[in-house]
């Protein structure tokens, strides 16, 4: 259905958005076979809470702009063809909580702070590259990440360690190497940890087979022993 500016409402009873006080609060526009560029005009819906694009066929690059959305909890733009970098100023926004751009063309490195409220980080099936973050904040939030089949290398950051809501750790199919920090074992909530086809080397902290919820541990296409 296209969009009718003439409708009595619009765009608040337009097909996807979703509104309060008719501001726009949402835009779901998943699966629609939308191509092109993510307009910076988005930057515009100040009060815009959610927005789910994913599963299109937009290309060109994820705009800055979004940044301007201070209000933006969740972003969805997993299965397009975007490619760029992810600006870091998406991780300036502090109520973001859903950070989706897994099965994209996205490269560069991953810079700028992780917000304390973010819950969910999925960068899966792009091409990143560099070291995985570190700057965790000590009270964050994050319950997954999913930095799987990139290009990510270096070490497994022992600040890990501090994220004491994680119950999901996805690494596999990068070029990490060095040994598993024996801080993963402190990560409490932890159900799942999988780093596959990787460099790793050196010994499993045998501290891991005592975490408490952990039911998943996949390691397989490393070198590791123990």
């Known amino acids: 259905d296209s969009w009718d500016a003439s409708t009595p409402s619009a765009p608040c009873d337009w097909r996807g958005v979703g509104c309060y006080d008719n501001r726009v609060r949402e835009l779901r526009l998943p699966r629609l076979h939308l191509g092109g560029r993510i307009t910076d005009q988005l930057a515009d819906l100040r009060e815009l809470r959610k927005l789910s694009l994913h599963s299109n066929n937009l290309n060109s690059s994820i705009p800055s702009s979004l940044s301007q959305c201070a209000l933006l909890r969740a972003l969805y733009l997993h299965g397009n ?3 760029g970098t992810l600006p870091p100023a998406i991780l300036n926004l502090t ?3 859903i950070l ?3 099965q994209n063309f996205l490269s560069g490195t991953i810079s700028g702070n992780i917000p304390v409220s973010l819950r969910y980080l999925d960068l899966s099936s ?3 590259y560099g070291e995985i973050p570190m700057n965790f904040p000590a009270d964050s ?3 997954l990440i999913n930095l799987s089949f990139n290009r990510f290398s270096g070490v497994v950051p022992a600040t890990i360690g501090g994220l004491k809501n994680l119950e999901y750790l996805w690494l596999d199919s990068n070029q990490l190497y060095g040994t598993l920090p024996s801080a993963i074992s402190n990560c409490s909530s ?3 940890l ?3 086809d990787n460099a790793l080397r050196g010994l499993v902290p045998t501290t891991i087979g005592a975490m408490p919820k952990l039911q998943v541990v996949s390691l397989s296409r490393n070198d590791l022993s123990g």
């Open 81 to 83: 063809s975007l490619s």
């Open 95 to 97: 109520n973001l909580q």
């Open 100 to 102: 989706n751009v897994a």
């Open 126 to 128: 792009n091409t990143f």
């Open 141 to 143: 939030s994050l319950q």
């Open 190 to 192: 932890l159900v799942h």
């Open 194 to 196: 999988s780093a596959d």
